[in-house]
């Protein structure tokens, strides 16, 4: 079998309709579209979202969706009940030992460490982000919070 030898199936296809093309193709004078009115004329009809008459969907909608905040940043939560877990009395907890453990997904990922829980290692934090009661507990056990550089 060559490829011209290949026809599609017996009543697969159809003919194109020539409207418009006198009185004996029996679609001729007025084409198919009847008399007068708005769907006879070019560019009739109406548009893909009219309702009858309703408000249309799109504009029940609101228009946007609040404000966004470009300056925004995200940080990965680490809570102090989790490095009382995962950590040793006198480690270092920073990115790369939280990625290590499996405590955050991403190495570059902005870190901020909060206070649910509780801790009684002294670990010495060096993180994105502290929050107040966590770098109490943290100091009460014994460690200390650096900042980042």
């Given at each position: 079998m060559q490829i011209h030898d290949l026809k599609p199936a017996p009543g697969s296809t159809h003919?194109?309709?020539?409207?418009?093309?006198?009185p004996g193709s029996g679609h001729g004078k007025t084409a198919g579209r009847g008399m007068n009115g708005q769907k006879s004329r070019a560019g009739g009809g109406k548009g893909p979202g009219f309702e009858g008459g309703q408000t249309t969907l799109y504009m029940r909608l609101p228009k946007l969706p609040g404000f966004k905040n470009p300056n925004h940043k995200l940080y990965a939560p680490v809570n102090v009940s989790r490095l009382e877990l995962k950590y040793e009395a006198g480690e270092t907890v920073n990115k790369e030992t939280l990625f290590e453990k499996g405590i955050i997904k991403h190495k570059d990922a902005l870190v901020k460490v909060l206070a649910d829980g509780e801790i009684t290692k002294a670990l010495t934090v060096n993180v994105d982000k502290v929050s107040s009661a966590a770098q109490a507990k943290i100091e009460a056990a014994g460690g200390k919070v650096e900042p980042l550089c």
């Open positions: 003919k194109r309709k020539r409207v418009g093309r006198g």
